[in-house]
C-alpha cells in the first residue's frame, strides 16, 4: 500500500473502525490519520506496535553500548570471561 492510500481523514476512522481492525489482518500497514487536513495519528496493528517497540529497545541498547565504548568504559574479553569463569 502506498503512503498516499494509507491516508485518512477522522472521519473514516469513526465511520469505518470495525473494517480498519479487519484489514490489519491482511495488511498491518499503519493509517495516517488526519484532521482539518493534518496528519494528527498513526492507527496500527498492535503485533506491529509491539515489533517497533522491540526495534526501539534494540537500538536504544546499541546506542548505549556505543556511547560507553566512546567514552571508554569497556573490558577487553579476555578479562571479562576470566571474570565470569571466577565467579563460577
Not at 473494517?19 to 487536513?37: M, R, S
Amino acid at each position: 500500500m502506498s503512503l498516499a492510500t494509507s491516508i485518512k481523514p477522522i472521519s473514516y476512522l469513526k465511520s469505518n473502525a470495525a473494517d480498519i481492525v479487519k484489514e490489519f489482518a491482511i495488511n498491518p500497514e499503519a493509517l495516517i490519520i488526519t484532521q482539518n487536513g493534518e496528519a494528527k495519528m498513526v492507527v496500527m496493528d498492535i503485533h506491529e506496535y509491539e515489533r517497533q517497540q522491540e526495534t526501539f529497545a534494540l537500538l536504544k541498547l546499541i546506542a548505549l553500548g556505543r556511547r560507553e565504548f566512546e567514552q571508554g568504559n569497556y573490558q577487553e574479553a579476555d578479562a571479562f570471561f576470566a571474570e565470569m569463569d571466577a565467579e563460577e
